[in-house]
């Protein structure tokens, strides 16, 4: 699979990652062993990128990667985990002391001396114009806690703001079919920067995959159930905050322009791959075979033209006025 540098870290990473929220909660129940198995296909497909969180699962897929990295000393894999959405989200609780504790349980949780890549887990807005914030960040690479440190952000002015500083690695924000606004500003900022992007909800929670009908349910513990307005965290990571039923139609209408040989889901993933200034995109998976297919996408060919230009005409028709001054 192609390998791209991933911002100021200088490492290469594969253009398919992984996400791993999945592997910790909040998508149903995923057993040790499956999420192992989904770690193993995906390094196997050339898959050397993924992303977690403290939080996901309160640390379980921090702790099922730690393992799977022990048990495969010679896989390169460059790890990103967050930090920040253990407290109350106020810019106060963003200081070093906390910092540091957080990033040291994520280092025994992964195992390792020094974290790859850590980001701010969508933080306040205060926190992105903060000195000390970025002061304290720059502490942890003196300290040889961190590699490198980026952001994970809801809004494109968010980005823009920690494309901004010196020390920014990477930027992770939602772009897919349905989320366009981060063409705009957002990746010829962050090519300009040298800064990486990290694109996540490749599949706006699976609508893209085009297997959804209104009639589709999810298990209580599945963010797709209990999110859907917002409830738990910010509505834009559940279906990337469009309506249900609209997206269901928008993608059925995208699914029919996939060219021969990729399925509706492999084609989403790659048109992501293919925005200029994109380094690596991560959906997630809860199978073996999820894995190996969405890898697949990442050996994609250019997508045809009637489904580049289809893109942009679904998100006027069905999504431009909701979700477009939002995020």
């Not at 200088?10 to 909040?26: C, E, F, M, N």
Request: proline share 5%; with cysteine.
């Amino acid at each position: 699979m192609e390998q791209r540098i991933l911002g100021r870290t200088g490492r290469p990473v594969s253009i398919v990652g992984l996400g791993t929220w999945q592997l910790g909660a909040d998508w149903g129940d995923v057993s040790e062993s499956d999420a192992l198995a989904v770690l193993e296909a995906s390094a196997e497909a050339g898959v050397t990128f993924f992303d977690t969180a403290d939080v996901y699962g309160d640390g379980r897929s921090e702790t099922l990667i730690g393992r799977f990295r022990a048990q495969n000393p010679d896989l390169d894999v460059t790890v990103a985990t967050k930090m920040g959405r253990r407290v109350d989200q106020l810019p106060e609780n963003y200081v070093l002391g906390n910092f540091r504790a957080w990033t040291d349980r994520s280092r025994r949780n992964l195992g390792v001396d020094t974290l790859d890549l850590v980001q701010l887990h969508c933080p306040p807005t205060p926190v992105f114009h903060s000195d000390e914030v970025f002061d304290a960040l720059d502490s942890l690479v003196d300290d040889g806690a961190i590699a490198n440190y980026g952001v994970s952000v809801e809004e494109c002015s968010q980005a823009l703001a920690a494309i901004a500083r010196p020390g920014t690695a990477s930027v992770q924000i939602i772009l897919n079919a349905f989320r366009l606004k981060p063409l705009e500003e957002v990746l010829p900022a962050a090519q300009a920067a040298g800064v990486g992007v990290i694109a996540r909800v490749p599949l706006a929670s699976g609508l893209l995959a085009a297997t959804y009908t209104p009639q589709t349910s999810f298990a209580e513990n599945d963010h797709r159930s209990f999110n859907r307005q917002g409830e738990a965290f910010d509505v834009g990571e559940t279906f990337a905050g469009v309506d249900f039923t609209e997206g269901i139609e928008a993608a059925r209408q995208l699914a029919a322009l996939a060219p021969e040989g990729l399925t509706p889901a492999q084609a989403a993933i790659a048109w992501v791959t293919q925005q200029a200034g994109v380094t690596t995109v991560i959906p997630g998976a809860r199978s073996v075979q999820q894995a190996q297919s969405n890898a697949q996408a990442g050996k994609a060919g250019p997508l045809p033209e009637a489904y580049l230009a289809r893109v942009p005409e679904l998100y006027d028709a069905h999504f431009r006025a909701a979700v477009h001054d939002r995020w």
